[in-house]
């Protein structure tokens, strides 16, 4: 059920598809392929295959602003402007990463966690170790999304239900399909808006950095979604004024967020988007 976004009229930038690239910070700190054959086969496959749609009817267009990782200039800086616009965000946090310093940026901790909760943030799932859910034995991967979940509910207790980020962007045939019986939605970095039938375990989304949206392509996609009448989902990590190629400026963010209010958009976290859309 899921096209290509390539052939699809909702995808302003198509060519910019890149089901890999959400490189965050890892605990070997290396950039991950997605893997020998078996495991690209499983992530190819299981990127086709829905194990639950559901169609989108929305009388107004969705914009959901989502971090991965997430950086602490994200938490300092990203959650910032959504606050100071009244809007809020979801940051899809792996907790096994809390607190680690690379090249690129340092991991916010699980204090922050607890206050972007506190603030209205949604924490979403984004796995403990951080690995290529392809790239692990089935038991494996539940295991670890089991651990991210404990983490995060020890936080955050009243979590139930959370929606779910794909490390790099990278499912698994098997993989997606226990997420389907246990996260509420899973977010792939898949370009495009999301529009009429959906795949609850691949929701599309688009990159906020300089190789993806940009303040010079941003009314384009608000157009995309606009005249899909679709949820569009944006992703990035580090928010600063000399973000990593994963990342973007604040003031990128605060014009998406301006703009998608100008143009009355509903700016809602991925569980309000859902609710918003009546997905159970
Ligand atoms: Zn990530």
């Known amino acids: 059920m899921i096209e290509d976004s390539r052939k699809v009229t909702t995808n302003p930038a198509s060519r910019q598809e890149r089901p890999h690239d959400d490189r965050g910070a890892s605990p070997d700190g ?18 086709r295959v829905p194990f639950r749609t559901a169609s989108l009817a929305l009388d107004q267009p969705i914009l959901s602003i989502t971090f991965d990782d997430f ?21 899809y946090a792996a907790s096994g990463l809390f607190g680690l310093t690379d090249s690129r940026w340092t991991v916010a901790g699980a204090d922050k966690v607890a ?10 799932l984004h796995s ?32 139930t239900r959370e929606n779910y980020a794909y490390p790099y962007g990278l499912c698994g045939l098997m993989q997606k399909k226990h997420l389907a019986g246990t996260v509420r939605s899973c977010r792939s970095v898949q ?17 906020i950095s300089a190789r993806a949206l940009t303040e010079a392509n941003l009314e ?5 979604a606009e005249a899909a009448r679709g949820w ?49």
């Not at 206050?115 to 949604?122: I, P, Q, T, W």
């Not at 991967?141 to 651990?147: G, I, T």
């Open 115 to 124: 206050d972007l909760h506190e603030r209205g943030h949604e924490i979403g």
């Open 30 to 47: 290396g950039d991950v392929c997605s893997g020998g054959l078996l495991p690209r086969l499983s992530h190819m496959v299981g990127r």
């Open 191 to 207: 370009t495009g808006v999301n529009a009429g039938r959906v795949d609850l375990d691949f929701v599309k989304a688009v990159e």
């Open 220 to 224: 384009r996609w608000l157009d995309a």
């Open 128 to 159: 403990h170790a951080h690995k290529p859910a392809n790239r692990m034995w089935p038991a494996a991967f539940v295991a670890d999304l089991a651990a991210n979940r404990a983490a995060l509910r020890r936080i955050v207790p009243g979590l």
């Open 71 to 91: 950086p602490q200039s994200a938490f300092e800086l990203g959650a910032r402007i959504l606050d100071d616009h009244g809007v809020r965000g979801t940051f």
């Open 232 to 280: 569009l989902v944006l992703f990035t990590h580090d928010v600063c004024d000399s973000p990593s190629i994963y990342g973007t400026t604040p003031r990128v963010v605060e014009r998406v967020v301006a703009r998608a209010l100008e143009r009355r958009f509903a700016i809602l976290p991925v569980d309000a988007a859902l609710d918003r859309a009546g997905i159970a």
